[in-house]
Structures are given as C-alpha cells and as structure tokens.
C-alpha cells in the first residue's frame, strides 16, 4: 500500500484537534480554539498551514496550464474586449507568479519545522540557502540534516530563472516571449475592421486559429513538464522533511506528557 503524502500525514494527525470540542467553537468560524493551543499543537497548525499553501499553489501550476488551451469566445469575452492572446498571457503570467512564489513558501515551510528562528521577511532562499557576508546560521542548520539543503538547493535552481521574468512582469512590462508574437500579430490583425473582405476575414481566422493551437500546444506541453518536475524536487525535500517534523513533534507531545 503506497505510503500517505505529507499533507495526508498532518491531515490524520490534526483530526484529535479538529474533534477536540475544547478547541472548536463554531463550525463557521473554522477552527478558532477557545483555548490556547499546546506547543505540539502550535507546531503542528503551524506546519499543516504551511503545507498546504505550497500544494495550494501546485495545484494553481496545474490549472493554470489546463487553463491555456481552454479559451473560449463567449459574449462575456467579446464585450470586454478578451481576445485568445490575453487569455494565454494571463494564464502564462499566473504560471509565472505562483512558480516564484513556490519556493517562498518552501522557505517557510523549512523553517517552522526546523524551527530555524527566521522572520517572515527572512524566509527566502536568498537568506537560508545562499547567503552573503558570512551568515551561514540558517544554512548551517539546514546542513546538518542529511541530504536536505541539496534537496531545497535542487528546487531553488528548477524555480529562480523564472524570478527575473517574474519580476519584469510585476514592474515593468507583459510577459514578451518570442514564440507569443506571432500569435499577438494574428490577435491585433483579427481585431481591425477588414469590411466586406470575407475571404480575408475566412481564410485569416484559419491560419491564426491553427498556429496559435501549435502554439499553445508546445507552451501547455512545456509546462506540464515543469510541474511534474518540480513536484518530484518537492516530494525529494517532503520525503526528508516528514521525519524531522515527526521526531520532533513527538519529542514536544513527551515533554508536555511530562509536565
């Protein structure tokens, strides 16, 4: 029988807190506890949280890529103006934003359970993985749990080429690769007032549908990729985190057992 995910794991292992009437005040309010939580408890809210985030933003990389080759020119779409190109850019462009954004949330991740001690503003792997002036602290502690900081340097390297573009796009410009231009041309020119010229207008439409479904088909295929790639890289860091979370989760349930 194949071994629960990670997520799965925490999941089973927050049910007592999810049942513990002590905890819950209102199934609307979701789980608000009425008292304060243990530190095994803490710490094990604090890693399902952090998780799930990272597997919410997978499971964004997936829709994103379905996404692409789903257009359709509903009235809704005409009226505002959303031609086949914008739809493809910006399903690209979210791609491009929650790859980024992955391994932030990796960062955060490794730090609750290794319980580095990092702010919020130093969960980056700027800081944890590849740090300047001296300050190997956190890159330290990361090392010395066996296989685990060439596991996360292997996902920071699949995801930081993507940052620059990422960067771009949020301050300067749109997304700008070579293979979109074609398909740009074709969306501006079905856009101008060509009159009576019905063959244009036939012929036209069928050059540009069919070019830009190649299009598409090479991005979609290229990113499927991707994703199932950068799942592997997670699952290699999951696969080494799992058992530190576990040792030490137990190790926090024993010491309250004892107070």
Known sequence: MAEDSFLQYLSRLSLPMIEDQSLVRK????????????????????????????????????????????????????????????????????????????????????????????????????VFLFPKNGKKEYRDKIDSYTGLYRALVKVAVCIEPYR??????????????????????????????????????SNFKVLAKTETDRTVARLKKSLEIFNDDLKLLLDEVYSILRPIFTQRYHEVMDDEKAE
């Open 27 to 126: 199934a609307r309010d979701g789980f608000a506890p009425k008292r304060p939580l243990k530190l095994s408890e803490e710490y094990l809210r604090n890693t399902s949280l952090a998780l799930s985030e990272i597997e919410m933003l997978m499971k964004q990389l997936k829709q994103a890529t379905l996404y692409l080759s789903s257009y359709r020119s509903i009235p809704a779409f005409k009226k505002n103006e959303i031609t086949r190109y914008d739809h493809i850019i910006y399903h690209l462009e979210m791609h491009l934003f929650k790859t980024t954004s992955v391994l932030d949330r990796l960062m955060i991740l490794a730090n609750i359970i290794l319980e580095l001690g990092g702010t919020q503003r130093n969960c980056k792997a700027s």
């Open 164 to 201: 620059e573009d990422r960067n771009m796009i949020a301050h300067h410009k749109n997304i700008d690769y070579r293979e979109l231009r074609p398909v740009e041309m074709y969306s501006l020119l079905l856009r101008l007032d060509r009159g009576a010229d019905k063959d244009f207008i």
